[in-house]
């Protein structure tokens, strides 16, 4: 992957501005005499604030660069502007997210997916990998499994390619499954571990799917979810 001296000065400036308000935030902690009230306890405080405020500012400037356009999906090659930010957006994206680990519980994490930018439903389980978060779309009541990898970008000859992935309602992805750039996974429908979904793969809504590369197994009809479920709903709900 192509790097030039100006990917490492824009990634300095962006990671410094957010240690800055990191340090900001434990300065104005500190105002509040949590240091008369914790003593030697303030140093974990302080640790945490700081690792907390990071994070948060990454996210914050994750966001900002997807609002502001600079990641439109398309194709590109590696000389343009749009490679150059997609580039930053991953430095911010990494640093962020390994900022907020120790924040990051199982019920926490669609809130950090939500922060660098994903879109989603609710009552979502996200145990799974996103890559590209602002490209991606996950709708209500949507499984990620454990070890799952969603990324919305691939790289090809020189050219990087960014293409929106959407999962519907009530679909799940199974464990150590990988979903990739452009697909769209249909309401109800599930892809089975392992399994690997190809670029732009457009799967219908109620269909079990499966393999390397993932092909329909078979239609879930209601019967075989349960009753009378309905395709993207669950329990008949």
Same mark, same amino acid.
């Given at each position: *992957?192509?790097?030039?001296?100006? %990917? &490492?000065?824009?990634?300095?400036?962006?990671?410094? !501005?957010?240690?800055?308000?990191?340090?900001?935030?434990?300065? @104005? @902690?500190?105002?509040?005499?949590?240091?008369?009230?914790?003593?030697?306890?303030?140093?974990?405080?302080?640790?945490?604030? &700081?690792?907390?405020?990071?994070?948060?500012?990454?996210?914050?400037?994750?966001? !900002? *660069?997807?609002?502001?356009?600079?990641?439109?999906?398309?194709?590109?090659? *590696?000389?343009?502007?749009?490679?150059?930010?997609?580039?930053?957006?991953?430095? @911010?994206?990494? &640093?962020?997210?390994?900022?907020?680990?120790? &924040?990051?519980?199982?019920?926490?994490?669609?809130?950090?997916?939500?922060?660098?930018?994903?879109?989603?439903?609710?009552?979502?389980?996200?145990?799974?990998?996103?890559?590209?978060?602002?490209?991606?779309? @996950?709708?209500?009541?949507?499984?990620?499994? #454990?070890?799952?990898?969603?990324?919305? #970008?691939?790289?090809?000859?020189?050219?990087?390619?960014?293409?929106?992935?959407?999962?519907?309602?009530?679909?799940?992805?199974?464990?150590?499954?990988?979903? *990739?750039?452009?697909?769209?996974?249909?309401?109800?429908?599930?892809?089975?571990?392992?399994?690997?979904?190809?670029?732009?793969?457009?799967?219908?809504?109620?269909? !079990?799917?499966?393999?390397?590369?993932?092909?329909?197994?078979?239609? !879930?009809?209601?019967?075989?979810?349960?009753? %009378?479920?309905?395709?993207?709903?669950?329990?008949?709900?």
């Amino acid at each position: *992957m192509k790097t030039s001296a100006i %990917d &490492f000065v824009l990634s300095a400036v962006a990671l410094g !501005l957010a240690v800055g308000l990191s340090i900001f935030a434990i300065v @104005l @902690l500190r105002s509040f005499g949590t240091p008369q009230l914790l003593g030697t306890g303030q140093v974990a405080l302080d640790v945490l604030a &700081f690792l907390f405020m990071f994070g948060l500012s990454c996210g914050f400037g994750c966001q !900002l *660069m997807a609002r502001l356009g600079f990641l439109p999906a398309g194709q590109y090659d *590696m000389n343009s502007r749009v490679f150059t930010a997609w580039k930053l957006f991953n430095v @911010l994206f990494e &640093f962020g997210r390994g900022a907020l680990l120790p &924040f990051t519980t199982v019920i926490a994490r669609p809130l950090v997916a939500r922060l660098f930018g994903t879109r989603l439903g609710k009552d979502v389980a996200l145990a799974g990998r996103l890559f590209d978060p602002q490209l991606i779309r @996950l709708g209500n009541e949507v499984i990620v499994g #454990h070890g799952s990898v969603l990324t919305a #970008h691939t790289i090809i000859s020189g050219r990087i390619t960014l293409s929106p992935i959407e999962v519907g309602d009530g679909a799940t992805i199974g464990v150590n499954a990988v979903v *990739m750039a452009g697909a769209n996974i249909g309401a109800g429908s599930i892809v089975t571990p392992c399994s690997v979904v190809q670029p732009n793969t457009r799967i219908p809504p109620g269909e !079990l799917w499966g393999g390397a590369p993932a092909e329909r197994i078979k239609s !879930l009809r209601p019967s075989t979810l349960g009753g %009378d479920v309905v395709p993207g709903t669950r329990n008949g709900g």
